[in-house]
C-alpha cells in the first residue's frame, strides 16, 4: 500500500484539482496514482517532477493500492481540501451542491469527476466562458475545444463498451492480469527477460516489485543490467532517473551487491556528457544521493572532476553545496580511517586526497552553505 504524503498544486492555490502525492515506507520514491476509465488505480508510478510545482502538506490520512478506487482530491470554494475515493467524492459533491456552484472554474472540473451529460456541461462551460474572455471569438474557441474534448471521452467509452475494440500492444507482454495478481517471484522472473527490457512497462513492474522487496538484491541486480541494456542501445540517459533514484537507496542498505561498476559506468557517462548533471538537480533528494553514491563506490578522480565541474556550472542552491561538501567529507574519511587487514579499500593516490581537501575548501567557501 502506498500512503498520501501531500498534494501537487495544480491550481495554482485557488479551487481547484489537486494531485494527490504517495509515498512507500521502503523507498525513497515520491508516487501518483494511473487510474483507468473507471477511475481505478491502474498502476502507481514514480513522480520525479513534483518540485516543478506547488506542494500542499497532506494532513489527511489515506492509503491506496493498485486495484482500489483512485483518491481524488480538490481544494473547495471554502479553502477547505477534499481528499477521498469516487464514491466519496461523489457523496460531497451531492452534499456541497451549493457551494460548489459559486465557482465555476471548479464546477467545470467536478463535473467530469460526476460524468455529466453534454448539455449540463454546456451550460457550465459557456457561464465559465463569459466569466474569463471579453472576447467573443476567444469564448467560441475555447467553448469548441471543450466540446472537442467531451466528443473525445464519449468516443474512448463507446470503443470500451463495444464489442469490437481493437487491442491496444501490451505494455506488459505476459503480464496481461493487474499487478496484485502476481507473487514476487513470477515478476522477478519477467523482469530478468531481457527481451522485455524495452517493454514500456518494465519500469513500472520494477517500482513495483523493488516497493515489495526492498531487501532482496535480486532486484537491485535487474535494475543495474537494465541499466546497461539500455545504454547499449542509445536509449534517453533521462528515463533512467526513476531507476537510479531507487537503486541509489537500495545502495545504503545492501551489503552484497557490488555497487562499483554501476558507479563506474555513471562516472563515464557524466564525465563524458557533464551537462547530463542538470537532470539530476531535481528532484533536490536525488542530487545528494548520486553525489553520495559515486562519492562511497566510485573512482575518487572522477568524482573529484564532477565536483569541480559542479562547483564551475551548477547553480549553488543550498541542497547542492551540501551534497558537494558531504561527498568531499566521504572521500577524506574513507582515506584517513583505520582500516582492517581483510577489509578492501579503493585506491588513493596523494595527490587524490590533497585535490579532495582543497575542493572541500573551496566548496565551504561557497555562497548557501
Known sequence: ???????IDISSGQPGMLVPLLSSPDTNLPYVQEMDEFLLVKDIIPF????????????????????????IAFRSV????FCGNTEEALRYVAENRALLETNLSLRVQLNR????????????????????????????LWLDSEHRLHKKLQQIWDEIDGDEVKPERPSRPGLEKPLPEYDVEQLLRWLSVRSNYFAKGWTTVWHYVNARAPFDDRVSLLGINWMYAVNEE?????????????????SKKSKDTDWRE??????????????????????????????????????VDYVLRLIRFCIQNVPKEKHVVAAMENALGIILEEQSRDYDLDESRREFEATDYRAASALLDEVRALPNR
Open 1 to 7: 500500500m502506498f500512503n498520501l504524503n501531500g498534494f
Open 48 to 71: 520525479l517532477e513534483y518540485e516543478s510545482y506547488p506542494i500542499v502538506p497532506g494532513r489527511q490520512k489515506h492509503s491506496v493500492g493498485v486495484g482500489d478506487r483512485g483518491l
Open 78 to 81: 471554502d479553502g477547505s481540501i
Open 113 to 140: 469527476i460526476e460524468a455529466v451529460g453534454l448539455e449540463k456541461s454546456y451550460d457550465a462551460w459557456r457561464d465559465l466562458a463569459k466569466s474569463k474572455f471579453d472576447n467573443e471569438r476567444q469564448r467560441a
Open 234 to 250: 542509445d536509449a534517453d540517459f533521462e528515463q533512467s532517473k526513476s531507476i537510479l533514484f531507487g537503486l541509489f537507496y537500495r
Open 262 to 299: 554501476l558507479a563506474e559506468f555513471m562516472l563515464e557517462r557524466l564525465i563524458t556528457e557533464p551537462a547530463l548533471l542538470f537532470g539530476f538537480l531535481k528532484p533536490r533528494a536525488l542530487f545528494p544521493d548520486l553525489l553520495v553514491f559515486l562519492a562511497t563506490f566510485g573512482s
